[in-house]
């Protein structure tokens, strides 16, 4: 990308913060799990930083078009370094528990609500017009190359030295973020506007982004269809991808690091694919195809593998087209909306497409202990047919939920596509370009 030195240094910083807040997560996860030995433990913690994020997001959108974005992200990055410190103190004197973490994880999530919308506006003003796809790209490049380190680079410390040197790296990489976002220049919105509205922007919030997606059926369609894709995901691959990877395999963690390395380096390769490729492909079918494609190869495959080959297959199938679905929306929004309500669609965007995770992670763990799994030990006459697909043995009611996401998400997916306000707004997106290209 040409004239992008500002969004590369901005990109970086965040980049090191999301690096540092993944390990101190990871190693987290690991102490919560060897004092527990709980499953249902790991998924709280998620779920504790899910449901404020989206309860906030509803309201956060006014207050983030009328203020500094860059202030607020270096307020929420502050917020993550100062919970961080907390936890730090609180593990050295022996102190920490579960219960501190979930209230750390809630307050994180609450920050995010914010930090989130804003990266996404300062994006949005950095990046040249017309590269919203390889900025995309880039980003997803970069998220799936942490999802890769992040566990490994956690692991290696933790292992060597514990807990505390993953969140003073955490730490310095807070500092390194700070440090980029204080050089980039990010333009600031009208002070006077902001003094004379903000006793009124959590009412504001809600009527500017509902107003807005009220005028862009396509828009909150798109947002609907994508959160029914997210539940669909979330019901397995968030939740029992591993328990299922480690039943099948008799408990081997190297095949399921192995298999989650894949996965990041599908998303990966997704996103260089992304960055590299035709900027002018249709947003719609990129998000819609992708989609159906992550099902199909993915969830399928990976419900009826029964080795690591398969389910690697079924890992890069998964994640390649993730990023394309990431960039097929970027473009929309970014040109359809305008730059001064983007904070409000940004924000009404998380709160509308993340409001089934929390439901799909405690249902997804809920529905493989104490409905699949059971059903597939029995023996019932369906359980002996699916067992020719998926096989026999523990794990295996885990992989049926595999076979029932990738059929319902496939579906889901062909109805998001021939939704008739999406159909009318990829023809207003058409019109759009040939306008642009016209005028040019």
Same mark, same amino acid.
């Given at each position: 990308?040409?004239?992008?030195?500002?969004?590369?240094? !901005?990109?970086?910083?965040?980049?090191?913060?999301? &690096?540092?807040?993944?390990?101190?997560?990871?190693?987290?996860?690991?102490?919560?799990?060897?004092?527990?030995?709980?499953?249902?433990?790991?998924?709280?913690?998620? !779920?504790?930083?899910?449901?404020?994020?989206?309860?906030?997001? #509803?309201?956060?959108?006014?207050?983030?078009?009328?203020?500094?974005?860059?202030?607020?992200?270096?307020?929420?990055?502050?917020?993550?370094? @100062?919970?961080?410190?907390?936890?730090?103190?609180?593990?050295?004197?022996?102190?920490?528990?579960? %219960?501190?973490? /979930?209230?750390?994880?809630?307050? #994180?999530?609450?920050?995010?609500? !914010?930090?989130?919308?804003?990266?996404?506006?300062?994006?949005?003003?950095?990046?040249?017009?017309?590269?919203?796809?390889?900025?995309?790209?880039?980003?997803?490049?970069?998220?799936?190359?942490?999802?890769?380190?992040?566990?490994?680079?956690?692991?290696?410390?933790?292992?060597?030295?514990?807990?505390?040197?993953?969140?003073?790296?955490?730490?310095?990489?807070?500092?390194?973020?700070?440090?980029?976002?204080?050089?980039?220049?990010?333009?600031?919105?009208? @002070?006077?506007?902001?003094?004379?509205?903000?006793?009124?922007? $959590?009412?504001?919030?809600?009527?500017?982004?509902?107003?807005?997606?009220?005028?862009?059926?396509?828009? @909150?369609?798109?947002?609907?269809?994508?959160?029914?894709?997210?539940?669909?995901?979330?019901?397995?691959? %968030?939740?029992?991808?591993?328990?299922?990877?480690?039943?099948?395999?008799?408990?081997?963690?190297?095949?399921?690091?192995?298999?989650?390395?894949?996965?990041?380096?599908?998303?990966?390769?997704?996103?260089?694919?992304?960055?590299?490729?035709?900027?002018?492909?249709?947003?719609?079918?990129?998000?819609?195809?992708?989609?159906?494609?992550?099902?199909?190869?993915?969830? &399928?495959?990976?419900?009826?593998?029964?080795?690591?080959?398969?389910?690697?297959?079924?890992?890069?199938?998964?994640?390649?087209?993730?990023?394309?679905?990431?960039?097929?929306?970027?473009?929309?929004? /970014?040109?359809?909306?305008?730059?001064?309500?983007?904070?409000? $669609? !940004?924000? @009404?965007?998380?709160?509308?497409?993340?409001?089934?995770?929390?439901?799909?992670?405690?249902?997804?763990?809920?529905?493989?202990?104490?409905?699949?799994?059971?059903?597939?030990?029995?023996?019932?006459?369906?359980?002996?047919?699916?067992?020719?697909?998926?096989?026999?043995?523990?794990?295996?009611?885990?992989?049926?939920?595999?076979?029932?996401?990738?059929?319902?998400?496939?579906?889901?997916?062909?109805?998001?596509?021939?939704?008739?306000?999406?159909?009318?707004?990829?023809?207003?997106?058409?019109?759009?370009?040939?306008?642009?290209?016209?005028?040019?």
């Amino acid at each position: 990308m040409e004239n992008n030195k500002n969004y590369i240094i !901005f990109w970086l910083g965040q980049s090191m913060s999301q &690096l540092g807040s993944a390990m101190t997560s990871f190693a987290l996860t690991i102490w919560a799990y060897e004092r527990t030995q709980s499953a249902m433990t790991v998924s709280l913690m998620t !779920f504790c930083t899910y449901l404020p994020y989206i309860v906030i997001s #509803i309201f956060a959108g006014a207050f983030i078009d009328r203020h500094s974005k860059k202030s607020i992200l270096i307020i929420s990055d502050t917020i993550a370094a @100062l919970l961080t410190v907390g936890v730090f103190f609180a593990l050295r004197q022996n102190q920490l528990t579960i %219960e501190h973490i /979930y209230a750390v994880n809630t307050l #994180i999530g609450c920050s995010n609500a !914010f930090q989130s919308p804003a990266s996404a506006i300062v994006t949005g003003i950095l990046i040249p017009a017309g590269q919203y796809k390889k900025a995309s790209g880039l980003q997803s490049f970069s998220s799936n190359l942490i999802m890769v380190t992040a566990p490994m680079l956690s692991g290696m410390i933790t292992g060597a030295a514990g807990l505390s040197p993953v969140l003073l790296a955490d730490l310095i990489t807070f500092i390194f973020c700070m440090l980029t976002l204080i050089v980039i220049p990010v333009k600031q919105p009208s @002070l006077n506007e902001e003094k004379t509205k903000v006793r009124d922007m $959590i009412i504001s919030s809600l009527k500017e982004g509902i107003s807005l997606l009220n005028n862009e059926k396509g828009i @909150l369609h798109i947002m609907i269809s994508l959160a029914i894709i997210n539940f669909f995901s979330r019901l397995t691959y %968030e939740n029992i991808l591993s328990p299922m990877i480690l039943a099948r395999s008799g408990n081997d963690i190297k095949a399921l690091s192995f298999i989650s390395g894949v996965m990041g380096a599908g998303g990966i390769i997704g996103g260089i694919m992304v960055t590299c490729g035709r900027a002018k492909a249709n947003p719609i079918k990129l998000i819609y195809v992708s989609a159906g494609i992550s099902f199909l190869f993915g969830d &399928l495959m990976m419900g009826s593998g029964q080795s690591i080959f398969a389910w690697s297959l079924a890992g890069l199938g998964a994640s390649i087209p993730i990023p394309y679905i990431i960039a097929g929306q970027s473009i929309i929004l /970014y040109q359809m909306i305008p730059q001064s309500k983007q904070g409000s $669609i !940004f924000a @009404l965007r998380n709160a509308i497409q993340y409001s089934t995770i929390p439901a799909g992670i405690l249902l997804g763990g809920y529905l493989a202990d104490f409905a699949y799994e059971p059903f597939m030990m029995s023996d019932h006459p369906i359980a002996g047919l699916l067992h020719k697909v998926v096989g026999t043995g523990a794990g295996g009611g885990m992989a049926v939920m595999f076979l029932c996401t990738g059929i319902l998400g496939t579906y889901s997916c062909i109805a998001g596509y021939k939704n008739r306000h999406i159909k009318v707004l990829a023809k207003q997106l058409m019109d759009k370009k040939d306008s642009d290209s016209t005028s040019r």
